[in-house]
T-cell receptor, first 113, second 112 residues
Framework: GNSVTQMEGPVTLSEEAFLTINCTYT??????LFWYVQYPGEGLQLLLK?????DKGSNKGFEATYRKETTSFHLEKGSVQVSDSAVYFC????????????FGKGTLLTVNP | NAGVTQTPKFQVLKTGQSMTLQCAQD?????MYWYRQDPGMGLRLIYY???????DKGEVPNGYNVSRLNKREFSLRLESAAPSQTSVYFC???????????FGNGTRLTVT
């Protein structure tokens, strides 16, 4: 079946540091890939997505590239801010007529001033 | 501009009690979902409704029932709560065929 593996946290960075959160997946066919973010006390919000190989998703300074050859979708940001502190989830869709997401376990990011 | 609204926000139950978690969306979405979030486990799909009038089991449906009351509302029922159902429950919705989900803010349930 489908599965998503992302690096375990927590990750603690200083403001303006470079961020990478690794994500690899196992899936049949050609899934779509997502990063969701969850701020404290809130539900998940879509951060970015990529629907086919070599696509790059980007939003709010975050980027991730769909790498089919390495089955990866690593999240990066060049300069993090305190406001980026949150839990980040990598996910993939199973495709077909019902688009159900398979999530990774989440990575807690804390950015210190 | 509410999006997905879940009630209640917090709930404490004793083992064996029943309750219904409510979810409503105002975005005219066809598909709705219930997930549970547990530490170190990510989110796991309990049930989903691809469109009004249909419901299907997800990854962890045991101990739960759902009702798609109309296009807006999708409720999750625990008939006899167990401590293993202590979790944060999220409802989500999407346009049918669209793969991006919109989440509510969650219900934190504790079963003692």
């Amino acid at each position: 079946g489908n599965s998503v593996t992302q690096m375990e946290g927590p990750v603690t960075l200083s403001e303006e540091a470079f961020l990478t959160i690794n994500c690899t997946y196992t899936a049949t066919g050609y899934p779509s890939l997502f990063w969701y973010v969850q701020y404290p006390g809130e539900g998940l919000q879509l951060l970015l997505k990529a629907t086919k190989a070599d696509d790059k998703g980007s939003n709010k300074g975050f980027e991730a590239t769909y790498r089919k050859e390495t089955t990866s979708f690593h999240l990066e940001k060049g300069s993090v801010q305190v406001s980026d502190s949150a839990v980040y989830f990598c996910a993939l869709s199973s495709g077909g007529s019902n688009y159900k997401l398979t999530f990774g376990k989440g990575t807690l990011l804390t950015v210190n001033p | 501009n509410a999006g997905v609204t879940q009630t209640p926000k917090f709930q404490v139950l004793k083992t064996g009690q029943s309750m219904t978690l409510q979810c409503a969306q105002d975005m005219n979405h066809n598909s709705m979902y219930w997930y549970r979030q547990d530490p170190g486990m990510g989110l796991r799909l309990i049930y989903y409704s691809a469109s009004e009038g249909t419901t299907d089991k997800g990854e962890v449906p045991n101990g739960y029932n759902v009702s798609r009351l109309n296009k807006r509302e999708f409720s999750l029922r625990l008939e006899s709560a167990a401590p293993s159902q202590t979790s944060v429950y999220f409802c989500a919705s999407s346009v049918q065929g669209e793969i991006s989900l919109h989440f509510g803010n969650g219900t934190r349930l504790t079963v003692t």
